[in-house]
Every structure is written in structure tokens, then in C-alpha cells.
């Protein structure tokens, strides 16, 4: 059997949006990562249980992937560090969906599931989504939600 990919966004799974109104106030905000802006402990937290669960793989499929220091920020918040020797999409487009869809294909087709709190450009994959709140970010409900998806 392959290794589940987990195709990964950044922004509204793992960091939360409300972060900003955070950062700018000067209020405390218990769920996040200490030196890591934006990072929820729990959403953290549960990737790592996800990845555990099922002895699979990151693929990181959020724009976060441009930056050449992405894995290493993903490190430092706690992520991994299972990430797949191909650890990210291309950028090539049309849409992510593509993108994704490309991936697979140069990568044999596992079973995976992906999680972001934004589904648009990934109707090709609204089967194998697990559609985050981008207020909160990765939850226990979502983690059920993904192994249900990669048990299938």
C-alpha cells in the first residue's frame, strides 16, 4: 500500500486568520505558538496526530510553498518532519486543483486527502477535502473527518 499524502495549506488550517487583530491589539492569545506568528497550538497538534495516525506524508499545496524557507518554518511550529521527498506542488496552474492533480500523477497516485479552508480551484478533489474553518484552523472534528477520507 502507498504512503496517504496530506496536501496541506497553510493559512486557515494551521494559522488563523484572527491572528492580525491579535498581533495589532497586543492581546494574548493562548492557542498560538509562542515565536511562531499565527500558528494554533491545537491545529498543529492535530496535523501531527493526523500524519501519526496514518504514517503519512505532507505535500504542502499552499501558496506558503513559494517561500524558500517554507519547510523550515513548518519545523520550527512543530510540523513534521514527514514530508514527502516531492514535499510541494508545482506552481504551473491553471488552479491548485491542477496543480494537485499533477502531482498525483508524477507521484503514483496515492491515497490522499487535503486540507484547506478554501475550496475554490478544487472541485476535481471536493471528494477528498476536509474544508477547515479559517477562524480556528485545523480541529478534532476535521482530523476525524481526514482519517474517514484516507480510510476510504
Known amino acids: 500500500m502507498m504512503t ?5 495549506d497553510i493559512d486557515g488550517v ?3 486568520r484572527e491572528m492580525h487583530r491579535v498581533f495589532r491589539s497586543g492581546n494574548r492569545y493562548p492557542n ?15 496535523l501531527n496526530r493526523l500524519v501519526s495516525r496514518v504514517a503519512a506524508q505532507i505535500v ?8 524558500p524557507n517554507c519547510r523550515q518554518r513548518l519545523l520550527e511550529a512543530g510540523i513534521g518532519p514527514a514530508f514527502h ?22 507521484n503514483g497516485s496515492p491515497p ?3 486540507l484547506d479552508d478554501w475550496p475554490h480551484e478544487l472541485s476535481t478533489h471536493a471528494h477528498r477535502l476536509v ?22
Open 14 to 16: 494551521l494559522t488563523i
Open 85 to 106: 521527498d516531492d514535499w510541494c506542488t508545482d506552481t504551473d496552474g491553471p488552479d491548485r486543483g491542477s496543480e494537485i492533480s499533477r502531482w498525483l500523477s508524477r
Open 60 to 67: 504542502v499545496s499552499s501558496s506558503w510553498r513559494m517561500d
Open 32 to 46: 498560538l505558538i509562542k515565536g511562531q506568528r499565527g500558528f494554533s497550538r491545537a491545529a498543529v497538534a492535530n
Open 4 to 8: 496517504p499524502i496530506i496536501f496541506l
Open 112 to 114: 490522499y486527502v487535503l
Open 131 to 152: 474544508n477547515t474553518d479559517f477562524r480556528v484552523g485545523l480541529q478534532a472534528r476535521d482530523l476525524a473527518r481526514a482519517l474517514d477520507v484516507l480510510r476510504a
